[in-house]
């Protein structure tokens, strides 16, 4: 069964930058559709970048992009969203989740991470 770790937020002060990971055990994430999500306190879950890890077919939402990158390393098992010029909106639980469908996005998540907490505030 696949399982997925969120690791890499904390607090930041506005315009600097993070890298958030999702590492998977139990499987290869080679065939998965994997996304990134957040959710901040009393708001709806964003979808805000995803990537095919077999193809590197990739999304970002207008929300984020130009600013927000999502990569993956298959050696490693694991996709990453390099975020830049941080904002203060940006300040939400970080989530990924994976699909086995040959997405972009998943749209029926198998797994999910547990989350991880980025604050950007100075």
């Known amino acids: 069964q696949l399982q997925l770790a969120e690791s890499g937020g904390g607090l930041v002060q506005p315009g600097g930058s993070l890298r958030v990971s999702c590492t998977a055990s139990?499987?290869?994430?080679?065939?998965?559709?994997i996304g990134w999500f957040r959710q901040a306190p009393g708001q709806e879950r964003e979808r805000i970048s995803c990537?095919?890890?077999?193809?590197?077919?990739?999304y970002t939402a207008d929300s984020v992009r130009g600013r927000f990158t999502v990569s993956r390393d298959n050696a490693k098992n694991a996709v990453y969203l390099q975020m830049n010029s941080l904002k203060p909106e940006d300040t939400a639980v970080y989530y990924c989740?994976?699909?086995?469908?040959?997405?972009?996005?998943?749209?029926?998540?198998?797994?999910w991470g547990q989350g991880t907490q980025v604050t950007v505030s100075s």
């Open positions: 989740a994976a699909d086995p469908g040959n997405y972009v996005c998943p749209l029926h998540p198998e797994s």
């Open positions: 139990g499987r290869t994430l080679e065939y998965y559709a």
């Open positions: 990537i095919n890890v077999r193809d590197g077919r990739t």
